[in-house]
């Protein structure tokens, strides 16, 4: 079997520390190459056994690499890339600096695993909302193709990074020791509470989260008519998103056959009455439930999906894009 080289670029971080750990569970093939910034150079982790030590990420690391796999910024993203195109790697990138470049294909292998193979050398991660809510409902798309969505999402502080982690944490702390709470990685406090923004606003009031979902999924799905009203809510939750969706359909559907596809749906766990974050969190599948008619429209169906942000919805989602290339 052929072993893959493969470097993780921001390998220290909340998304770099899971790909170690999925990559570790999965037992694949591959030799690992950690890069980061010059103030994580020699930091150390245990991969199969083996010490791996942290480089610095140059112009000069991704030689001789098969894969890169980004968990970085946009601008480092941008930066990068050019370099690892040019010493012949694939870039998978978990930013969303060429998400919707029309070069770049942006895939969810259990949506969309044909466009993995018409790449130019990049190969775009979808946001985690995109990857969490596609991935429960293009078993319905393909079949009865959807025409609007509207949808309410719930995500975990995880998506902000460890700052939101342990922001949340020390908030927990403070809360009990009775002492002034003092928002920083966030907007407004996180504990007891719900901020109703993530990312900044653009003229029509939507955030930049809200569009990514509405822009990505038209991609994806190869709709570019698809229409999305999503509002994206911040909440006191460690790991794994949670999203309420309305789908308008092009034909009425019922409730039995609905779950009768996602029963056989890939990458999906029908769970009744209802998921919640913590039924998700440390593993890679998004689970669905509450799936019920909206009796306030024809040909709609409404249902509740959560998923773990960090693993389906980042590393994980990046690691079967690479599967797919390597098989």
Request: aromatic content about 6%.
């Amino acid at each position: 079997m052929k072993t893959y080289k493969v470097g993780i670029l921001g390998a220290t971080g909340v998304v770099g520390q899971m790909m170690l750990k999925v990559m570790e569970e999965k037992q694949l093939p591959v030799e690992l190459r950690l890069l980061a910034s010059k103030r994580s150079v020699g930091k150390e982790f245990t991969f199969n056994g083996e010490t791996l030590v942290v480089e610095e990420a140059t112009e000069t690391s991704f030689e001789g690499l098969d894969f890169v796999l980004g968990a970085v910024g946009n601008d480092m993203s941008k930066y990068f890339a050019p370099f690892i195109k040019e010493a012949g790697a694939i870039y998978i990138d978990n930013s969303s600096a060429f998400r919707l470049d029309p070069n770049v294909p942006l895939v969810v292998p259990e949506v969309n695993p044909e466009h993995v193979y018409v790449h130019q050398g990049i190969i775009a991660n979808p946001n985690c909302v995109t990857i969490i809510g596609l991935t429960a409902i293009a078993p319905i798309h393909r079949l009865n193709p959807i025409q609007r969505i509207v949808a309410s999402t719930y995500q975990a502080v995880s998506g902000a990074g460890i700052a939101g982690m342990n922001e949340l944490l020390k908030q927990l702390e403070d809360l009990y020791l009775n002492n002034e709470i003092v928002p920083q990685a966030f907007a407004r406090q996180i504990v007891c509470n719900l901020i109703p923004q993530i990312g900044s606003e653009n003229e029509l009031g939507y955030t930049s989260e809200e569009m990514k979902f509405q822009n990505e999924s038209r991609k994806i799905l190869n709709s570019p008519d698809l229409k999305v009203n999503c509002t994206c809510v911040r909440v006191p939750v460690i790991q794994s998103h949670s999203i309420s969706m309305t789908l308008e359909l092009t034909r009425e559907m019922e409730v039995d056959e609905v779950k009768e596809l996602l029963e056989k749906a890939k990458g999906v766990e029908l769970m009744e009455p209802y998921p919640t974050p913590l039924d998700t969190t440390n593993q890679d599948l998004v689970k669905v439930g509450r799936i019920h008619k909206d009796i306030s429209a024809d040909r709609s169906i409404v249902l509740w999906c959560c998923g773990d942000q960090v693993r389906k919805g980042a590393a994980t989602n990046a690691i079967q894009i690479m599967e797919l290339l390597m098989n």
